[in-house]
């Protein structure tokens, strides 16, 4: 007779301190800010390489990285004045890793979107 484990793995507590952390680093726009950060970038540079992100997002985007240590802002003294957003060497270690991630999935979203179609069809056919 086998024993199931009742404990669940720490890494998938509710109260795991890295759940937060996904959260926060781990959306949508984050990775792509993080993506565009090779170099010390301008604000408006990063929105105008991220087609459909919103200043407001963007704006929220950049304050969580920061907050979490990932990327630094530095005001630039110019006129106007302007704000450059660089990785930090935590954010440049993360980086690595999730450019890895987004090579996987620009190499594999032709038979995930297969996949998807063929899922769906199947669910709309009453057949899933």
Known sequence: MSTINTVPDPRFRVDCPSRPILDQVA???SMMVLA???NP???NEIKRQ??????RVLT???RR???NGMISRRVLQTSPVGVEY??????ES??????RLYEWTVEHSDEVEAVQRQYDARIASGTG
């Open 27 to 29: 959306d949508k726009w």
């Open 94 to 99: 993360f980086r690595m890793p999730f450019i």
């Open 41 to 43: 970038t301008r604000f």
């Open 65 to 67: 990285l920061e907050r």
């Open 86 to 91: 660089s990785l930090t060497p935590l954010g």
């Open 36 to 38: 565009v950060l090779e």
């Open 50 to 55: 991220l087609e459909g992100v919103t200043q």
């Open 60 to 62: 929220q985007t950049l």
